[in-house]
Each structure stands twice: as C-alpha cells, then as structure tokens.
C-alpha cells in the first residue's frame, strides 16, 4: 500500500528533529502523539478520554475514544456497560478499556498552534534530559568550546550538544573572551534546573590543572605518575604535588619535560601562572619542606593531632618561605592539608627561652622546689605539674641530680598542688554557674570546665550544640586577610578528634542521641 504524502512528510519531519536535537525519534512521534490527542480533545470534548497513534511506519495517524468498562455508567463519556461492550468486543470484562474509533480531524488554527506548542515543549524537555544524562558523567573533565556570548563578564560557551556557563569568579584574572573565541576549560558541576540542565565550567578550579598535566604527560595519563594535590592561586602561582609508581621515573621531571615543553604547555593555557611542581612525600615532614620550596627548611616541629606544624628557617629565608602576601606558605597549607606556621632561628630560640623560662618559675612556684630543680625538670622536658604527679616515681628518680627521695617529695607536692588547684576550680565553677554534669564529661579537666563557662557554655545542651570549631578555633577571611579566631579549649592542645568526642560525650549525657545510634559529625552542629 502507497503511503501518502502526507503521512510521508510526519515521519519525515520526525526523523529531521530527532536529528538535528540528538534525541530518540520514537520521543518525537510521542510529542506528535500528545499533541494530536490535545487537538481532538478540544474537538471532541474535553470529558472524552482520547488515545492517539502515529504508525512509525506507514505514518498513519489513527484516533480512539477510550472507555472503561463498568457495571453501572455514571459518566458516558468515559464509561460503558459490560453488555454494550461485549458487543464491540465479546472478551471484554469489567475493568478493561474499550478503544473506539473515531474519524480524523482537521487542525484549525489555534488547533495547530497548541499542538505545535505541545511538540516544541516535549522535544525542548527531551532534549535537556539527554543533555543533562551526557554531562552529568563528564564532570571532571576537560571540555572545548567556542564562546558563543559573553554577559556582565560571565562567559556562555556552546560545546556543540549543549550550553555551558563560566561564571566570572572560574575565569583567570584579567582573562578576557569574545564571542567566536575557543576556550578550554574543567567541568566542576552540572545540576538540574527549571530551565533546563546547567552545565558549570571553570578555569581557575584546582582539577583544571592537574587534568591539563594529564593531557600533555603521557605518564599522568597512563598512571604511572599520579598527581596527589594541587593548590591555586589563580593566574599567579600554583603548587602541584606528584609521586611515580616506577621508581625508575622521576615524577617532577616527567611533568617539566624536556626543557620545560610540558609544564610551558599548562602555563600558557593558564595565562602565565607559575607552577612548582613538588615530589609527594608519605612523610608529612619532608612533603611540608618540599612544599615550602624555594625556601629552605632547618628544622619542623609536628602535633599530628592537630595537624599543626611549626617550621624553622633561616633569618634570611622568612620572606621567601612567606611569600608575597603569605602567598607560598597558603599554598603549602592548601597542599600538604597542614595548617604551617613559620618561625625564624631567632623567634624559634627566644620562645624555647621563654618556654624555659616559664616552666621554671611554674616548678618554683608549684613545688616549692629551688632554681636548680626547677630548671633540671624544665630542662628534662616536664612542661605542667600533672606530668611530675603522674610519671612513675622510679622514672622520675632516674633523672640525674633527683634521686629516690627527692622524686617522691616532688610527687608528693605535685599532688598537694592539683588537689588545692582543682578546689579553686571546683570553688570557680560554681560560681560561674556551670552545672555539675558538665564536670562528669569524659575528656574534661577542671580547667577545660572553667574555661567553657567563661566562655557562656554551661549546660549540657549548651556544650551539646557546639560544633568541633568552637573548641578548637578557626580560620576566616575578614576583608580579603585570613585570620585565625581562637576556640574555647584552644590553649590546652584540644584536637579536632578530641572536641569530636567531647561534644559526641555531652550530646549522649544530654539524651540527644543514644549510644547505639550513629552520630552525626560534630562539625555538622551549625549546619
């Protein structure tokens, strides 16, 4: 059978569509579907339940009034009764659907105007939900474009199947675009919106770089090299840490290349940004002073549990280890994961001396103990009186110039001194009005107690609902300079792991959790 030229030219219009927006034809024929059954509604009525069918084939287009079959009608447009069913169709039975034909329509103007309204609408959804299934998986690659226009500095790029957005924070500084320009860059987020799928590009984001490396080391790419941390400062300087599996090829030169080919390549895609490309190190100390390059490093002290390290360098080398507006430590820190603080030779010896000093004073004054002891315990490495209480008294004999005796008359006074500083506590923290249950929190000296209830927690719940932050301290940026505020238990060495479980003890104390219901991290508390 011929098929009309008509019908030719529906599936013929369906195929092109489908085409040119990259979606599935049978998606395009079900858009004419609807559209054709909205069309016969407002001819038949829109009380009818119509069912329309557009032959993939022959492009026939053929209409049914749908009727479910019950015992009772109630509603002719959509019921009928079994007996009138059984008549179009003997197997019928109650519950099922009755199709009757009806004869074609022609579209009258408005008709033809909702129903291409109606396709428009179904193919334009279509389209975005193949776009959004496309980049949804390619989030964390590196895609080219061609700017297609650029609005209040914000760069709108067409990748060919889909709309992407730059916003002007993800641009390098100074970096311009005009439309017809290509432009590469990393995508970071891609999010389902009301008004279609929204693909989020960036060039300024850390991933950026180490992807460009990928391209141009084929060692990255094969994962014999594996780029472990990347820190930014957009359009000015960069820190890429990097460690080989072979230990026959040497990571930092397989990124350089030869005379600099790779690394020029990645710096000429990010506008001249200067790249120091660091051997990773499983040590956090030799990957910390690697990191701080070109500085150099003469001695680091590290407190994992507060993932702190104090780091000494030469007088001459303060400037250079700093950075210009503290820009090379920041990177360090943003590499290693360590929050540095750099201290000269002379700063380092002037507060060991001053340590000393201090400590002295406290064992003279704690323990009623002369200069010379004083200064033999400080100088053993004792820093607070409940060290002295507590060590095992044959440990503390040992110490050269201490003996047997001496070392249990020192303990002896160490513990007179905790016992009368821990009443004054006590004696403090009630008149603070800090509730007794707070003073039975696992993890808690009398101090620490002290201290929060200066600090207006006094309660339970008040301690229940602080965050690890406001134990331990943190950092924000106030008019561009990052600056450090101070948390509450800050002074005695509380670690993020330690203010953990400490706000985890007051939570199950106060009943806001039970002991066998997983909780919540504490750093959640404010969110």
Same mark, same amino acid.
């Given at each position: 059978?011929?098929?009309?030229?008509?019908?030719?030219?529906?599936?013929?219009?369906?195929?092109?569509?489908?085409?040119?927006?990259?979606?599935?034809?049978?998606?395009?024929?079900?858009?004419?579907?609807?559209?054709?059954?909205?069309?016969?509604? =407002?001819?038949?009525?829109?009380?009818?339940?119509?069912?329309?069918?557009?032959?993939?084939?022959?492009?026939?287009?053929?209409?049914?009034?749908?009727?479910?079959?019950?015992? +009772?009608?109630? &509603?002719?447009?959509?019921?009928?009764?079994?007996?009138?069913?059984?008549?179009? %169709?003997?197997?019928?039975?109650?519950?099922?659907?009755? $199709?009757?034909?009806?004869?074609?329509?022609?579209?009258?103007?408005?008709?033809?105007?909702?129903?291409?309204?109606?396709? /428009?609408?179904?193919?334009?959804?279509?389209?975005?939900?193949?776009?959004?299934?496309?980049?949804?998986? #390619? @989030?964390?690659?590196?895609?080219?474009?061609?700017?297609?226009?650029?609005?209040?500095?914000?760069?709108?790029?067409?990748?060919?199947?889909?709309?992407?957005?730059?916003?002007?924070?993800?641009?390098?500084?100074?970096?311009?675009?005009?439309?017809?320009?290509?432009?590469?860059?990393?995508?970071?987020?891609?999010?389902?919106?009301?008004?279609?799928?929204?693909?989020?590009?960036?060039?300024?984001?850390?991933?950026?770089?180490?992807?460009?490396?990928?391209?141009?080391?084929?060692?990255?790419?094969?994962?014999?090299?594996?780029?472990?941390?990347?820190?930014?400062?957009?359009?000015?300087?960069?820190?890429?840490?990097?460690?080989?599996?072979?230990?026959?090829?040497?990571?930092?030169?397989?990124?350089?290349?030869?005379?600099? =080919? #790779?690394?020029?390549?990645?710096?000429?895609?990010?506008? !001249?940004?200067?790249?120091?490309?660091?051997?990773?190190?499983?040590?956090?100390?030799?990957?910390?002073?690697?990191?701080?390059?070109?500085?150099?490093?003469?001695?680091?002290?590290?407190?994992?549990?507060?993932?702190? @390290?104090?780091?000494?360098?030469?007088?001459?080398?303060?400037?250079?280890?700093?950075?210009?507006?503290?820009? &090379?430590?920041?990177?360090?820190?943003?590499?290693?994961?360590?929050?540095?603080?750099?201290?000269?030779?002379?700063?380092?010896?002037?507060?060991?001396?001053?340590?000393?000093? =201090?400590?002295?004073?406290? /064992?003279?004054?704690?323990?009623?103990?002369?200069?010379?002891?004083?200064?033999?315990?400080?100088?053993?490495?004792?820093?607070?009186?409940?060290?002295?209480? /507590?060590?095992?008294?044959?440990?503390?004999?040992?110490?050269?110039? @201490?003996?047997?005796?001496?070392?249990?008359?020192?303990?002896?006074?160490?513990?007179?001194?905790?016992?009368?500083? &821990?009443?004054?506590?006590?004696?403090?923290? #009630?008149?603070?009005?800090?509730?007794?249950?707070?003073?039975?929190?696992?993890?808690?000296?009398?101090?620490?107690?002290?201290?929060?209830?200066?600090?207006?927690? +006094?309660?339970?719940?008040?301690?229940? !609902?602080?965050?690890?932050?406001?134990?331990? !301290?943190?950092?924000?940026?106030?008019?561009?300079? #990052?600056?450090?505020?101070?948390?509450?238990?800050?002074?005695?060495?509380?670690?993020?792991?330690?203010? &953990? $479980?400490?706000?985890? %003890?007051?939570?199950?104390?106060?009943?806001?959790?039970?002991?066998?219901?997983?909780?919540?991290?504490?750093?959640?508390?404010?969110?």
């Amino acid at each position: 059978m011929a098929i009309s030229a008509n019908r030719l030219e529906l599936l013929q219009i369906a195929d092109a569509v489908a085409r040119e927006k990259s979606i599935d034809k049978q998606v395009v024929i079900s858009a004419m579907e609807e559209a054709i059954q909205k069309a016969a509604k =407002s001819r038949y009525g829109q009380e009818n339940e119509i069912k329309a069918e557009i032959d993939p084939k022959t492009g026939e287009t053929r209409l049914h009034r749908l009727r479910l079959v019950v015992e +009772k009608v109630e &509603n002719e447009s959509t019921e009928i009764t079994l007996d009138e069913a059984q008549i179009r %169709n003997p197997a019928a039975q109650t519950g099922d659907l009755i $199709a009757e034909p009806l004869p074609p329509i022609d579209f009258g103007r408005i008709a033809a105007q909702a129903a291409k309204q109606v396709i /428009f609408q179904k193919v334009r959804d279509a389209e975005r939900e193949r776009q959004y299934d496309e980049f949804k998986d #390619r @989030i964390g690659e590196i895609v080219h474009g061609i700017v297609k226009r650029v609005e209040y500095g914000n760069v709108i790029v067409d990748l060919g199947r889909g709309e992407a957005f730059v916003r002007r924070d993800e641009l390098l500084p100074r970096e311009t675009f005009r439309t017809g320009d290509r432009v590469r860059a990393y995508v970071f987020d891609v999010r389902r919106e009301t008004r279609g799928p929204q693909i989020f590009l960036s060039r300024t984001h850390p991933q950026f770089m180490a992807k460009l490396f990928a391209q141009e080391v084929p060692e990255i790419y094969d994962g014999i090299i594996e780029i472990k941390s990347v820190a930014r400062d957009p359009g000015s300087r960069a820190k890429i840490a990097v460690v080989s599996k072979d230990s026959s090829i040497d990571p930092v030169g397989a990124c350089v290349g030869m005379r600099g =080919s #790779r690394v020029q390549a990645v710096v000429q895609e990010l506008q !001249g940004e200067k790249i120091d490309i660091i051997p990773w190190s499983l040590d956090p100390a030799n990957f910390i002073v690697n990191s701080l390059a070109p500085a150099e490093v003469a001695k680091v002290v590290l407190d994992e549990d507060t993932r702190r @390290i104090e780091v000494v360098v030469p007088d001459d080398q303060l400037s250079l280890a700093i950075g210009r507006r503290g820009q &090379n430590v920041r990177l360090a820190s943003q590499l290693t994961g360590w929050q540095i603080d750099i201290l000269t030779e002379a700063e380092e010896s002037e507060r060991r001396q001053e340590q000393f000093r =201090s400590r002295t004073n406290l /064992f003279m004054t704690a323990l009623d103990a002369d200069e010379t002891l004083a200064q033999l315990l400080a100088s053993e490495g004792f820093g607070t009186v409940e060290e002295v209480a /507590f060590i095992p008294a044959e440990e503390l004999a040992e110490i050269q110039g @201490i003996g047997e005796e001496t070392a249990q008359e020192l303990q002896a006074r160490a513990t007179d001194f905790l016992e009368k500083q &821990n009443a004054a506590l006590e004696a403090k923290r #009630r008149e603070l009005g800090v509730e007794d249950a707070m003073a039975e929190i696992e993890g808690l000296t009398p101090s620490m107690v002290v201290a929060l209830g200066e600090g207006g927690i +006094k309660t339970l719940d008040d301690l229940a !609902g602080c965050a690890s932050d406001d134990l331990t !301290g943190w950092n924000e940026s106030v008019n561009g300079e #990052r600056k450090h505020q101070a948390g509450l238990l800050e002074s005695f060495g509380v670690g993020i792991e330690e203010a &953990n $479980a400490i706000v985890m %003890n007051a939570r199950r104390a106060a009943g806001w959790i039970k002991d066998d219901e997983p909780a919540a991290p504490a750093e959640a508390a404010e969110a």
